[in-house]
């Protein structure tokens, strides 16, 4: 992070109503979404990182192929040593300026992240928000959800990130492991909650 990143954020009161949520919603979307459009500004990633007055919009992506899901793990390659060893289901990361907006920041996230020769439709399914830590309480996750339909994809920073199609046993075998927001959203999926 550099001190004068800007990322796109929204006053916490235009998403996340007092006392605030926890886990996975599918109602809201659409005025996260308008926020986004309407009060969402550019401040300095170093200044909301710890401002609670703040959210700051991630959009998070989950690779699906039928009912396997594209996880990933970080090793110990990875700048931060928090992650290392973690497992996530998600693609994400703030969006900047010049994404234009969280599509475009999907989309940026998409071609960083993803090996593949081609880019999927995309979709949101939901939000997801962890009030409970410091790093949580000044974000938010938008979850969009991509098909693969049997499409190849991978990791381009392979040193950083393995990545493969699992089954949701598979998912299962590791979630202690996984991020937080990785967790709350698998079991939303699993549980029909998301789709």
Request: hydrophobic letters at 40%; glycine letters at 12%.
């Amino acid at each position: 992070m550099t001190a004068d990143e800007l990322v796109l954020v929204v006053p916490r009161a235009a998403v996340v109503a007092p006392p605030g949520w926890y886990g996975v919603r599918t109602s809201g979307i659409e005025a996260v979404l308008a926020a986004a459009r309407t009060v969402g500004r550019y401040l300095p990633r170093s200044t909301v990182e710890g401002d609670p007055a703040f959210k700051q919009l991630i959009p998070y992506l989950v690779l699906r192929d039928g009912e396997r899901y594209f996880l990933m793990r970080r090793t110990r390659a990875g700048g931060d040593a928090r992650l290392h060893d973690r497992y996530s289901i998600g693609i994400g990361g703030h969006v900047e300026p010049t994404d234009g907006d969280l599509f475009g920041g999907l989309r940026r996230e998409w071609r960083e992240e993803i090996e593949a020769d081609f880019e999927p439709e995309i979709r949101p399914v939901g939000l997801v928000n962890d009030d409970t830590t410091d790093v949580g309480s000044v974000h938010l996750g938008i979850v969009f959800l991509a098909e693969l339909g049997g499409r190849r994809i991978g990791v381009r920073e392979a040193d950083k990130l393995r990545g493969e199609l699992a089954a949701p046993a598979a998912v299962r075998a590791v979630r202690d492991a996984l991020e937080t927001w990785s967790q709350l959203v698998f079991d939303a999926f699993e549980d029909g909650r998301l789709r």
